[in-house]
């Protein structure tokens, strides 16, 4: 038998992220497209999971659904699961004593955002309690810690003592991410106006998005806003400049919605630099459209030259120019940069390093 990596897919049936949810999904696809040859791709799941990805060639289910399952493998505790190459697109994976050397079997996982250590008041304590503890067992047991950009990886080295464990391996937008054929439709269901921002960022950091909005004459559109959080926002917006009648708050949406969103827009302007994977950037990117980030370590090195990477001061005159005579230009920048990242690549990473390993 050749050789066989086994990706974990935990939120099949209970999605507790949808970004890494769906990143799963199509990396496990990519996983498929890119074995080489005499490998295979097997997925582990939780109880009552189905799997609907093509050329999987097996599947375990567990006996625990992803609650359970994620309790017990916060205390080490894997029944079932077995060995051999287990790759985790997240920092759900079973993290116990293994032997890479006489057995094969290997674990790595994936760690999107440092939210648990950067901003753990934003984040329910059971949430940050789990995801420190999975860090700990990962620094004991992974073999590998995947982060998706270097100044990520500096970051997550000053936290844990992972040595030379940290891979850099980047996301991407989600397969097939386009505008769909009824975007203005959607545009008018969610009640947006015909001139707008999108803004990426919390109520911490949207300030200087809310004024550039103010400086150009545009409404704001706030994308995946916290259930609650429109009071706050809709204040940060009018002290900076924006009357609340022109600030759009939104929380989640569905994917064709949020291209929808993206292709109206004059710009997007991304706000948070703080230390996770900036999804919502980079399907911005995906779909041309002209992108404005405050300056950090993650923007510099994912948006890099395809968008106007600038200081928080700077954002008005950043956008004026984006969603006015560098429009055309900064469209064409960003969709040449999205071209860096692909879950087919990523894929061919992963294979990568477990051979590596």
């Known amino acids: ?32 497209a890119t074995a080489p040859t005499g490998c295979g791709v097997e997925a582990i799941v939780p109880a009552g999971s189905s799997v609907d990805v093509a050329g999987i060639a097996d599947v375990r289910t567990l006996s625990l659904a992803r609650r359970e399952l994620a309790a017990s493998w916060q205390l080490g505790i894997a029944p079932g699961v077995g060995g051999g190459l287990i790759h985790s697109a997240t920092l759900m994976a079973p993290l116990v004593r293994h032997d890479r050397l006489h057995d094969n079997d290997q674990t790595t996982v994936t760690l999107w955002d440092l939210r648990a250590w950067e901003t753990a008041d934003a ?30 990886a500096s970051r997550l080295a000053d936290i844990a003592k992972v040595g030379e464990r940290i891979r850099v391996i980047p996301g991407a937008a989600p397969h097939g991410f386009a505008v769909p054929i009824d975007a203005a439709e959607r545009r008018a269901a969610l009640s947006l106006p015909a ?14 998005g809310f ?18 959080a429109e009071p706050r926002l809709a204040e940060t917006a009018a002290a900076a400049g924006l009357p609340e009648a022109r600030a759009h708050i939104r929380t989640a949406l569905s994917r064709a919605d949020r291209a929808a969103v993206f292709a109206g827009a004059a710009a997007v302007v991304a706000t948070d630099g703080r230390t996770s994977w900036p999804w919502r950037a980079v399907e911005a990117m995906t ?21 106007a990477v600038v200081a928080a001061d700077d954002v008005p005159d950043a956008v004026e120019d984006a969603a006015g005579s560098g429009a055309r230009r900064l469209s064409v920048l960003a ?23």
Do not use: C, N
């Open 335 to 357: 969709a040449d940069r999205s071209r860096a990242f692909s879950w087919m690549s990523a894929a061919e990473r992963v294979w990568g390093l477990h051979a590596d390993l």
């Open 211 to 228: 004024r550039a909005a103010a400086a150009v004459d545009a409404d704001a559109v706030v994308l995946d806003a916290p259930e609650g």
């Open 195 to 208: 001139r707008y921002l999108v803004l990426l960022g919390d109520a911490s950091t949207l300030e200087p």
């Open 287 to 307: 779909l041309g459209v002209p992108v404005v980030a405050v300056d950090s370590g993650v923007h510099r090195d994912v948006i890099a030259d395809g968008g």
């Open 123 to 152: 984040l329910p304590k059971s949430a940050v309690a789990w995801q420190r503890a999975m860090l700990r067992r990962a620094v004991k047991h992974a073999d590998a810690i995947v982060v998706p950009t270097h100044s990520f």
């Open 1 to 32: 038998m050749g050789v066989r990596l086994r990706i974990v897919l935990d939120q099949l049936a209970q999605v507790a992220d949808a970004d890494q949810a769906s990143a799963a999904l199509d990396l496990a696809a990519g996983l498929v």
